[in-house]
């Protein structure tokens, strides 16, 4: 057993159930302590139970930080009445402690958010994730290998986007300089993707029936997503961390 | 809900998926990081994007639940192709979702026509909007300016996940590309309306 | 009704499919695509079905599979008798592991990410239990000496590799019935070829009854033994011939004049740090015929984008009269940004609206001016495209594999076209991997390799170059290719 692996192995269904949890929860406390103990942690259990590239993490980061910063001033700028002591003002713009705590938890919880997803995104691998859901959760096979069958189709949607941008400018089109132009341009963009994944998603429907998948719950995997041990061991890890960034923040305020 | 559905069906609503997630990854990126200096706000007006998904698929498919499942799978797909927002794009998508259903399933499936998709529209940005409220602690704002973010987003709803996307979709039923999908067995007969 | 032909039918001839008066029609449409067709499939026959594209053939063999008439809600009359037991009589799924199919194109039928979990996938969909999955799933790798493969992610693979995985998974279903959707289409010539003798080594291995698809033999040789026409109003009949009958195309004089039109000169691409074309340099004159040849992924494309100023260039320089070389990607519909054909060929700033109406005449677009250009047929679609680019009095026309899929009347149509352009005082260029094609209207050959261009050929002597043309992943033409020189 390989400690930096664990977050890696986690079943990603149970992971996923965790961070849904986590996000709903923290959703519902307005105090800057909770959110940044939480991210804390986060961090530090990823440090631990995980092989990530903190370069890239870091890299990834950095829109989130950017969006924590614009919840902060909107927040302060637009608050709803709160009370507390004003301990800022500006021509008619009056700040409270009330004010200032609820937007900086605000933007905390975008940060803490973030964290978490960036601990799934990091760790899981996007297959293992939909066949779990399948075989955890009874998503219908039906859907989860019409999931799968899309996901395939991603780098060749990539490429004839290339191609068709490539066309358009051949016929002056898809630079314009305004984004309403650009909103509009998007109709000519979509068309020919659509008409073409219309056509490819029949032949891939076709392909899959004629390997005689019928979207029936299976009973055979040859790779089973199992629920082991350590998955519930780090989950009660996750929610011990959860419970106590709870009560923490509340006590800390 | 999913028995009645072709294999076909599914997967075309899953390649549109990646169609849309490849253009607002392509597209639409710009607006991300101007979001960040203009605060939440500066999303709602193009929200209606992200609900886009649903109505076109709805309106081609015309089975119960096409637009939850379409919603949803669209965000599955983005976290997939590595979508930093993560986890947290499914439950918002699921709930978007819902919210264009409903306009569907209030008219029993059987109306299709733009105030339908519309109202869809609207039913989507209704639901992610107090979706939003709870998990982004709207709660915390001004009621004027939430009130300017929820017009903007219902707007955006109704224009552009609405009429768009029905602006889209008969752009593609023109193409001929649709035969065998509802929308053009649906035409061959005559309109219920 | 059915006699056998010049082969005997090996092993022994019980019948697997037997379809008596079948019609079927799409319900969308009034009028059937397949009328009154009945015939017989015995045991190991290797049978080939063709026809002209939306002729029906497709349909005929996704009726054998059982994809219709469910997928499609399609009406179907007759009957069809699969193994001795009525079509209707299966549930779904439950033929498909007797039946298997390989379809037409390799970037769609796959689910999953690598071999061996696509081959897992098919498995699993039959119940077959665990413990034996990976014993079948090496026997099938084993067979098709695709062992090598297993943990390679299917995306990275090339066409023709794509088309073996696909053969694989449906070999490891065990079936008695291969059933092939025009398994060639996507491939070059030598690579189809390939395919072709690695399946008749498995076929012969295993005895199979081979049903496939094809619009044209040419790469299979002598590979079937019976062969099924699909001809106009959706009747089937016995054809005589199973071996490919060379398409003639008309004769035709240069019209090649010795005047430079358009000059590229020692032209690099270099796309996010890689270089997809060295230094190529190429010349055309007045009225001039050019194939551009060679392996998929050679950069045919990259040059044609290179030279009609889609793609910037990192070195050379491009000599041009006024207006730079048009180009028609291999789906024209790409380059369509409107409703309406007469509107797509007046679209560019540039167009000059004198000319359009007798260009739309010569290119046979004035009988469909009000079609939306996409609804209409693919050779349509080309004609709006070239005629989108020539509104804008370019010299130049690049083509961009415009013969891959098509039958023999679109080839002969395009043939037709192209020569008219030419004859115009147009030069034009065009990407093909149809050597037969290429060598009945070209006047100059390019071949290209690795990004590399070997050089510029006359076309009369490139044919005879055995070696140098499989060096680019063709084949010479089938009866020499001198006709029309």
Redesign the interface.
Request: avoid cysteine; charge should be positive; glycine fraction near 12%.
């Given at each position: 057993m390989v400690l930096n692996e664990q977050l890696h192995e986690m079943n990603p269904a149970i992971k996923f159930l965790v961070v849904v949890v986590s996000m709903l929860t923290l959703a519902w406390f307005f105090n800057p302590w909770t959110p940044a103990i939480f991210f804390v942690g986060i961090v530090l259990i990823q440090l631990v139970c995980s092989r990530i590239n903190w370069k890239l993490w870091l890299l990834m980061m950095i829109p989130f930080v950017i969006t924590a910063f614009g919840y902060l001033w909107t927040t302060i700028l637009f608050a709803a009445e709160a009370g507390g002591t004003v301990i800022w003002s500006w021509k008619h713009i009056e700040v409270t402690d009330e004010q200032f705590a609820r937007a900086l938890s605000l933007s905390f919880r975008v940060i803490a958010f973030s964290s978490i997803s960036l601990l799934f995104a990091f760790t899981t691998r996007p297959v293992n994730f939909v066949m779990s859901l399948m075989q955890q959760f009874r998503l219908s096979p039906k859907l989860a290998y019409g999931i799968m069958v899309g996901y395939q189709f991603l780098p060749v949607v990539k490429e004839e986007f290339v191609q068709i941008r490539h066309a358009h400018r051949l016929r002056g089109v898809g630079d314009e300089k305004w984004w309403w132009q650009r909103l509009f341009g998007m109709r000519r963009m979509l068309i020919p993707l659509l008409a073409a994944a219309v056509r490819k998603a029949e032949r891939a429907a076709f392909a899959m029936e004629a390997r005689a998948f019928t979207g029936e719950p299976r009973t055979e995997f040859f790779k089973p997503v199992t629920v082991r041990f350590n998955d519930w061991v780090l989950t009660a890890l996750f929610l011990t961390l959860l419970i106590s960034s709870s009560i923490l923040g509340v006590l800390l305020t | 809900m999913?028995r009645s559905?072709?294999?076909?069906e599914?997967?075309?609503?899953?390649?549109?998926?990646?169609?849309f997630?490849?253009?607002y990854l392509?597209?639409v990126h710009v607006g991300?990081?101007w979001?960040?200096?203009?605060?939440?706000?500066?999303y709602e007006w193009i929200f209606g994007i992200w609900f886009i998904v649903s109505i076109i698929c709805m309106y081609i498919i015309r089975k119960p639940g096409a637009a939850v499942?379409s919603e949803t799978?669209t965000a599955?797909?983005e976290?997939?192709?590595?979508?930093?927002?993560?986890?947290?794009l499914?439950?918002s998508g699921l709930i978007q979702g819902l919210g264009a259903e409903a306009a569907f399933a209030a008219t029993g499936y059987k109306r299709f026509n733009w105030w339908v998709l519309v109202l869809s529209g609207v039913g989507a940005a209704v639901f992610s909007f107090a979706y939003g409220f709870?998990?982004?602690?709207y709660?915390?704002?001004?009621?004027?300016?939430l009130a300017l973010m929820f017009g903007l987003r219902v707007m955006s709803g109704a224009v552009i996940a609405g009429f768009g996307g029905k602006?889209?979709s008969d752009?593609?039923l023109?193409?001929?590309?649709?035969?065998?999908?509802a929308i053009?067995?649906d035409k061959?007969k005559p309109s219920v309306d | 009704m059915i006699k056998l032909q010049e082969k005997p039918i090996p092993i022994n001839t019980s019948m697997v499919m037997e379809l008596s008066n079948v019609t079927f029609r799409f319900p969308e449409d009034d009028e059937p695509i397949l009328q009154d067709v009945s015939f017989t499939i015995h045991q190991g026959e290797r049978v080939v079905i063709t026809g002209p594209s939306g002729s029906g053939k497709s349909t005929l063999l996704y009726l054998m599979n059982r994809l219709y008439p469910e997928s499609c809600d399609g009406i179907l009359s007759g009957s069809i008798t699969l193994f001795g037991k009525n079509q209707a009589d299966y549930l779904p799924g439950e033929v498909n592991a007797r039946i298997a199919t390989v379809f037409q194109d390799p970037d769609s039928q796959f689910c999953m990410p690598t071999v061996e979990e696509e081959m897992a996938f098919t498995l699993e969909n039959l119940n077959v239990p665990r413990a034996e999955m990976e014993k079948r799933i090496v026997e099938a790798l084993d067979t098709t000496r695709l062992t090598h493969l297993r943990h390679t992610l299917i995306q990275t693979l090339s066409g023709g590799m794509k088309q073996r995985v696909a053969t694989a998974c449906a070999i490891l279903m065990e079936p008695e019935v291969l059933l092939l959707d025009e398994p060639l289409s996507h491939l070059d010539p030598l690579t189809a070829q390939e395919y072709v003798g690695w399946l008749d080594e498995l076929q012969k291995k295993y005895g199979w009854t081979v049903v496939a698809v094809e619009h044209r033999l040419d790469a299979w040789k002598d590979f079937f033994n019976r062969r099924l026409k699909v001809i106009s109003g959706g009747f089937v009949e016995q054809s005589d011939s199973v071996v490919a009958a060379p398409i003639l195309f008309n004769k035709r004089n240069t019209s090649m004049v010795e005047e430079t039109v358009f000059e590229a000169l020692d032209v690099s691409v270099e796309l996010k740090g890689k270089t997809l074309l060295h230094n190529a340099s190429i010349k055309l004159r007045h009225g001039e015929i050019a194939v551009l040849a060679g392996p998929n992924g050679s950069g045919k494309s990259t040059l044609f984008k290179a030279i009609c100023g889609i793609l910037p260039l990192s070195q050379g320089r491009i000599i041009s009269r006024q207006t730079l070389p048009g180009y028609v990607p291999q789906s024209p519909e790409h380059l369509f940004v409107t409703q309406r054909v007469e509107d797509e060929v007046l679209f560019s700033k540039r167009a000059e609206p004198r000319i359009v109406g007798d260009l739309m005449k010569r290119l046979r677009l004035d009988d469909i001016h009000d079609a939306h250009p996409f609804a209409i047929s693919h050779g349509q679609k080309r004609r709006t495209a070239i005629a989108a680019m020539l509104v804008e009095k370019r010299s130049v026309l690049l083509l961009d594999e415009p013969t891959s899929g098509q039958d023999e009347a679109a080839l002969n149509e395009l043939h037709q076209l192209i020569r008219t352009r030419a004859e115009e005082g147009l030069a034009v260029l065009v990407i093909t991997h149809d050597m037969e094609f290429a060598a009945s209207i070209a006047d100059t050959v390019f071949l290209l390799k690795e990004g590399l261009l070997t050089g510029e050929f006359n076309a009369a002597d490139v044919w005879k170059d055995e070696k140098l043309l499989r060096e680019h992943s063709l084949l010479p033409p089938i009866g020499g290719g001198l006709r029309g020189t």
């Open positions: - | 999913l559905w072709k294999l076909k599914v997967v075309l609503m899953s390649v549109f998926s990646v169609v997630a490849v253009v392509l597209f991300n990081i979001s960040g200096f203009i605060g939440p706000i500066a499942y799978i599955a797909i976290v997939m192709i590595g979508n930093a927002v993560g986890p947290r499914i439950l709870f998990v982004s602690g709660s915390a704002l001004a009621p004027s300016y602006w889209v752009g593609l023109a193409t001929g590309a649709l035969r065998g999908y053009s067995l061959r | -």
